[in-house]
């Protein structure tokens, strides 16, 4: 097949395939459009949400709008079952509500693969090659979950840098008289984002009828930190067995504390190791492009002659299994 038959057949596929994605976006905005006004009592639920006064309103907002979410199912509810069982849904779910985004998985997906879409379709009409088109839509939709993925990290090394105050903040409510409920109560109101948001749903779902086990459980589920697990097995071994709750969360403290201060020596020590990394990985690209400039004639036998090509692909597959080798050996677990 002849590059002039393969874009016929694309000027084809295309003629029939934009109407249809116009049409189809257009419906699934229509539709949300909608779905949003025919339901007013959602909107009263929030607002009498919003309008709480014991808790400040960032936090209301945010574990609101989490149980709203999963409680009264402001998304679509038929596309939630169909995409719910998925292992990579699920895992993109689990993604959002560590980086704090309010959306549920299908939501995300299906716009991120409309805008995607959108995008590559808008590129073919503009006479930009297939495989260029191809490479820009998989790129808009690959964005938007590196940058949630990341929010995601950051948002959980924060929430395991706040785990010391946290613990300090529960002791001095229980050694005070409060109950478990109204310390975790406490830290909601007392403690920023993610601590406080985190804290607070747990003590909304605990309010909304849920075991304060289960709601801890939940948070532990949610949030994936092994310090978190470690402080809610050690609160449910403690109602179960009785014991100096306030002791044991000061020690979980401690040795929290502890870990975070050693994972700073072994940041440091390991720096020099990061930075070379860092280095070895820009050098040939930097080279490449100096190189280019400098003497296309040069680079051009790697980027048009099918050696070359395959020297090339064999050399960005080396230098990506030499970065994933450094990372492996400066990322030292505590």
């Known amino acids: 097949m002849n590059m002039a038959s393969l874009q016929e057949q694309i000027n084809m596929l295309t003629f029939f395939a934009l109407p249809l994605a116009a049409g189809a976006m257009l419906a699934y905005g229509l539709y949300q459009l909608w779905y949003d006004l025919r339901k007013p009592e959602q909107k009263r639920i929030q607002q009498r949400l919003r309008e709480r006064s014991f808790a400040p309103a960032k936090s209301a907002q945010a574990g609101a709008a989490n149980i709203l979410r999963k409680q009264l199912g402001q998304e679509n509810k038929w596309m939630d079952r169909l995409l719910a069982k998925y292992a990579p849904v699920q895992k993109m779910q689990k993604t959002l509500d560590q980086a704090g985004v309010n959306w549920t998985a299908s939501r995300f997906l299906l ?3 409309s805008v995607g879409l959108l995008a590559a379709i808008l590129a073919i009409v503009a006479e930009v090659s297939f495989i260029i ?6 790129m808009i939709v690959l964005l938007p979950v ?13 929430f395991n840098y706040q785990l010391p105050d ?19 109560q406490l830290v909601g109101q007392q403690l920023p984002d993610p601590a406080g948001t985190e804290f607070y749903r747990c003590f909304q779902e605990q309010n909304l009828g849920l075991k304060l086990e289960d709601a801890l459980t939940n948070m532990a589920e949610r949030v994936d930190l092994l310090d978190v697990r470690f402080f809610v097995t050690a609160i449910i071994v403690q109602r179960q067995t009785g014991g100096d709750l306030a002791e044991i969360l000061e020690k979980i403290s401690k040795v929290i504390r502890d870990r975070i201060k ?3 020596q072994v940041k440091a020590l390991t720096a020099e190791g990061r930075l070379s990394g860092w280095v070895l990985s820009a050098l040939p690209v930097l080279v490449f492009f100096v190189a280019k400039a400098l003497n296309p004639e040069y680079i051009d036998i790697l ?10 692909g064999a050399a960005i597959v080396m230098q990506i299994l030499g970065m994933l080798m450094i990372k492996k050996i400066v990322n030292i677990k505590i």
Do not use: P, W, Y
Request: hydrophobic residues 45%.
């Open 133 to 138: 088109a191809l490479g820009l839509g998989l």
């Open 166 to 184: 946290v613990f300090d903040l529960l002791c001095q409510a229980l050694r005070a008289g409060h109950s478990l409920a109204s310390g975790i």
């Open 262 to 264: 050693i994972l700073g």
């Open 303 to 312: 980027l048009h002659e099918e050696q070359g090509q395959t020297m090339l």
């Open 146 to 158: 590196m940058v949630i993925s990341f929010k995601s990290k950051v948002r959980r090394k924060k």
């Open 111 to 113: 716009n991120t693969a």
